[in-house]
């Protein structure tokens, strides 16, 4: 069964950190690229993050310079660090992964970032 799992969303001050997890199973990991997106009320879906089976990154312009997204093979798990964080950060984060065949949805999580 595939399952993508992620974790730490929650509320947080403008200005703070948080850091996002995305735990995969029930498929080879390792050849998917992996990517985050986000969705704020009443807006489109976008991207927000990207990384490759080689770990090539990208971003989109609105987080460059604030966001990082790794991955770690062994432990099947994707990660967004986020710091700086803005009002306008705040969505419903999801991770997704393709490996341009078939594709897979988590559920999502949470950020809010308010004072």
């Known amino acids: 069964q595939v399952q993508l799992v992620e974790s730490g969303g929650g509320l947080v001050q403008p200005g703070g950190s948080l850091r996002l997890s995305c735990a995969a199973s029930?498929?080879?990991?390792?050849?998917?690229?992996m990517s985050w997106y986000r969705q704020a009320p009443e807006k489109e879906r976008e991207l927000v993050a990207r990384?490759?089976?080689?770990?090539?990154?990208n971003y989109a312009d609105s987080v460059k310079g604030r966001f990082t997204v790794s991955r770690d093979n062994a432990k099947n798990t994707v990660y967004l660090q986020m710091n700086s964080l803005k009002p306008e950060d705040t969505a419903v984060y999801s991770c997704f992964g393709t490996n341009y065949v078939v594709h897979y949805w988590g559920q999502g999580t949470q950020v809010t970032v308010s004072s």
């Open positions: 990384i490759t089976t080689t770990g090539i990154t």
């Open positions: 029930g498929f080879t990991f390792s050849r998917y690229a």
